[in-house]
Each structure stands twice: as C-alpha cells, then as structure tokens.
C-alpha cells in the first residue's frame, strides 16, 4: 500500500494559504491592491529566508533591510514594468551594501551573489502574479500559474508516493521521482486547459497546453533550485514565519519560477502587455 508520510501537514498547510490567496485574488479589488500586498508580504518573508540561509543566523539588521529589499524590488516588478530591471537589482544593491558595512571579506562575495540572484528570483516571481492578475479584471490570468502548481505538485507528489521507482534528482531532493514528474506535467498541462476555459481566455488551447507545460517544468526547477540552495548551506527549514513548513521559501519556490514564465508566454501570445 502507497504511503504519504506528509499529507496531513501539506493539506493543513495548504489550505489556510488557498484561502489568503484566493481571498486576495479572486474578488475585483481595487487596481488589484491586495494581490500587491500579499506578494509584497511574501516577498519580505522570502527575503528574510534568504539572508538567514546566505549569512548563517543575521540579526534583524541584517534581515530587515534584505526582506525590505526584496518586498520593493517585488512590487517594482509588477506596478513599474518599464523599471522592472532596475528593481530587481535592488536585493542584490542591499546585500554588496550589507557585507562591505559588515567588513568580513570571507565568503562575501559568495554570499552576496547567492542571496542576490534568489532574492531577485523571488521578487520576479511573486512580482509576475501581482502584474498578471493587474493585467485582467478577471482573476484569471494570475490563478493560471498557481492553479498549474498546485494541481502539478498534487499530482507529482501522489503518483511519486504510489509509483515512484526512478529518482529524479537523488543528490537534491531524494523524494522526487520522475514517475512524479510526468504525473505533475500532464496534470499541470491539463489544469492550464481547464483555467483557459473556465475563464474564457483569448488564448486558444495550444497556447494554455503551453502555458501548462512549461509551467511544470519550471516548478519543478524552482522546487529543485530551493532544495539546493538550503543543502548547500546546510539548512533544512528556513521558516521564519512558517517554521516547520520549510518556510516561505518552501511554500512558494515552484510558483516563482512558474509565474514569470506563464508572464512571458502570455505576453508572447499578446494576452498581456
């Protein structure tokens, strides 16, 4: 018999983060103010997350300042697409700021770049769902990356329980399988079709298949790239807000690297400026 060791935590995790998403998203706010907010909020914790990974155990100096960093470089990224650039330098600005202040030249610039370039990922990412649900007046658009992971990440996590055999990435992350993968791709494939629907996108259903597959393939970078992250530094739960989760970091590592790519082909397909 198939054994789900973290279902009861992943379920109760997941549904009190369905409804603060869902609550920010799908009612018609006002220039989509509270999607804002929340990626703003999340982008804070990510940043916090990530200068406690890069710098060992940073007090709140140290912490403050990079979520603040990437809080901004977020919200850059979704409210001013023509600056958008510029504001994902801005963790990266802050943390080369932080070390040279700090005068420990050891490991700086290691430190500097890995916390720079996730923190920009982050912000990117949380970025892309605030700037694809301003985009619509419908919830649509910026449900179709969350929606993909989510039914992706179910499906690849049962199906790797039940049948998994052949390990994916054995040295980063042990549990995947790539009988999880297929699983999570086709469903991912197959919810992009459904949020097409229900929503009645412009795109047809070559673009949202689209759409569907290669946000599985980057959920499963983004899941794998945050794995690797906290192994190289030795972490195994960067919670800062949601300990015993594995964290922000954790929670939202497979909807960043989804977002901006489901961004970009929307664009592409000239559903979104």
Not at 54 to 68: D, K, N
């Amino acid at each position: 018999m198939a054994s789900f060791p973290a279902l009861a935590r992943r379920t109760g995790g997941a549904a009190v983060a369905l409804a603060v998403v869902l609550a920010a998203i799908v009612p018609d706010w006002p220039h989509a103010v509270p999607t804002f907010v929340l990626a703003a909020l999340a982008a804070f914790a990510a940043g916090m997350e990530i200068a406690g990974i890069c710098h060992g155990s940073p007090g709140r100096l140290r912490r403050i300042p990079a979520g603040a960093a990437t809080a901004v470089s977020a919200f850059g990224f979704a409210f001013f697409p023509d600056a958008a650039a510029w504001f994902l330098l801005l963790p990266g600005l802050v943390y080369s700021i932080l070390a040279v202040l700090e005068g420990r030249p050891t490991g700086s610039i290691a430190s500097v770049a890995g916390a720079g370039w996730m923190s920009m990922f982050w912000a990117a990412g949380l970025g892309s769902i605030a700037r694809l649900r301003a985009a619509s007046p419908e919830p649509w658009l910026a449900l179709l990356p969350l929606v993909c992971c989510w039914a992706g990440d179910t499906a690849a996590y049962f199906a790797g329980c039940a049948f998994g055999k052949h390990k994916l990435s054995p040295t980063i992350s042990p549990a995947k399988s790539v009988e999880g993968l297929w699983a999570g791709l086709a469903v991912s494939t197959g919810a992009a079709l459904l949020v097409g629907s229900a929503g009645g996108l412009s795109a047809g259903p070559f673009v949202m298949a689209a759409c569907g597959l290669v946000c599985g393939l980057a959920a499963v970078h983004g899941d794998l790239l945050e794995s690797a992250f906290k192994r190289d530094a030795g972490v195994k739960d960067s919670g800062v807000f949601l300990p015993g989760h594995g964290g922000v970091l954790d929670r939202t590592d497979s909807i960043v690297a989804a977002a901006p790519a489901v961004l970009l082909m929307l664009m592409a397909a000239g559903i979104v400026s």
